[in-house]
C-alpha cells in the first residue's frame, strides 16, 4: 500500500497533534512529524496543510523576529483546532479500531 495515499487522509490530525504541545513554524512542524514516523511527509504538503487550517480558522499565526536569517512564522492551535483535533482522534481510533479488528479476524495483524 502507497503510504503517501494515507498521508493524504491523515495529514490534517497529524499536524494538529504536534502543534497540541507546542506551537511551532514550517521547517520544524515537518521536523517533528518526521521524527514521529512520517518520513515520507513532504514539505509542500506540511506547508499547504498548515495553510488550509489556517484559512478554516484552526490555527493562529503569529511572527518571531530571526537574527540569523528571515522571520519566523509560527502556527498555534486556537479553541476551535483543539476540538478539530478532539473530534479527529476520536474518529481516527474508531477507525484504526475497526481496522484492527478487521486485520485480526483474517489473520493478517502483526
Known amino acids: 500500500m502507497d503510504t503517501t495515499q494515507l498521508l493524504k487522509g491523515v495529514l490534517d490530525l497529524a499536524v494538529l497533534a504536534v502543534l497540541r504541545e ?3 513554524y514550517g521547517y520544524d512542524i515537518l521536523r517533528r512529524l518526521r521524527e514521529a514516523g512520517l518520513d515520507e511527509v513532504g514539505d509542500a504538503s506540511v506547508y499547504g496543510t498548515l495553510r488550509r487550517l489556517f484559512a478554516a480558522g484552526l490555527l493562529t499565526t503569529y511572527v518571531v523576529p530571526s537574527e540569523s536569517g528571515p522571520h519566523r512564522k509560527y502556527y498555534a492551535l486556537n479553541a476551535a483546532g483543539r ?3 478532539t473530534r479527529s482522534g476520536k474518529l481516527w481510533r ?4 475497526t481496522m484492527d479488528s478487521l486485520l485480526d479476524d483474517r489473520g493478517l495483524a502483526a
Open 94 to 97: 474508531s477507525f484504526a479500531t
Open 22 to 24: 507546542e506551537d511551532g
Open 83 to 85: 476540538d478539530q483535533l
